[in-house]
Each structure stands twice: as C-alpha cells, then as structure tokens.
C-alpha cells in the first residue's frame, strides 16, 4: 500500500520562502511520475510541478515557473517542492501526489496520478 505524507506548509509573507516535504512509504518505481499540485479556497485544483524520471523530464505551471523547484530523493523516497518569492495567490492546500508507474501524457493533470497524499497548508500575506 503507497501513503504519500506532506509536510513543510505554513504561513510566511510575501517574497518569502517554504519547502514542501513529502514522504512515500510503499513502492513507487523511480521512473514513475510524481508531482505537486494545489487548491485554494472555492478553485479548483491545479498542477504546480511534476517531475517525470523515465523521460528526464521536469514541467511547471507558467504561475510558479522560476519560482519553484521540484525535486527527488529516490533513496530516501522523498518528493520535495522549493518555493521561492511567494505571492498571496500561492495559498492553498498544497498535495503531492504519485503514479503508478503508467505513460502520464500530461503530467500537471491529477486525472493521471493514482496515489494522493493529505495536503499540506500554505498561506501567503501581502
């Protein structure tokens, strides 16, 4: 059974900065998609980050390009999110989710990811 743990939110002003944590316990092939994805209050959920092994392959929403940085730590089973220069409209519920190994074509949809963790809290003040 694959659980996904997210850790590191929480509040900071403006132009401050976070790292998102999240840890996997279960399999998750190395090559397999995993990424970062957000909700705020009365949106809908959208894609931040995803980096993608098996095609070397790292992708960014335009609204945090040059700001945040995914990465992984395979030996440690750990997914993490660099967030930089935050802005009000980066608060949220911030999830990290896994696939399960499948072809994702679009990696910044959460239609392609099968496990999801329980979100972590980010609030950004002007």
């Known amino acids: 059974q694959v659980r996904l743990t997210e850790s590191g939110g929480g509040s900071v002003q403006a132009g401050g900065t976070l790292r998102l944590t999240c840890g996997v316990s279960?399999?998750?092939?190395?090559?397999?998609?995993m990424g970062w994805f957000r909700q705020a209050s009365g949106k809908e959920r959208e894609g931040v980050a995803a980096s993608y092994p098996r095609f070397d392959m790292i992708y960014y929403s335009e609204a945090v390009k040059g700001r945040f940085t995914i990465s992984r730590d395979d030996a440690n089973n750990t997914l993490y999110l660099q967030m930089n220069s935050l802005k009000p409209e980066d608060t949220g519920m911030y999830y990290c989710a896994a696939n399960s190994g499948l072809y994702v074509a679009s990696p910044l949809e959460g239609a392609e990811y099968k496990y999801w963790g329980q979100g972590t809290p980010v609030t950004v003040s002007s």
């Open positions: 279960g399999y998750i092939d190395s090559s397999a998609c």
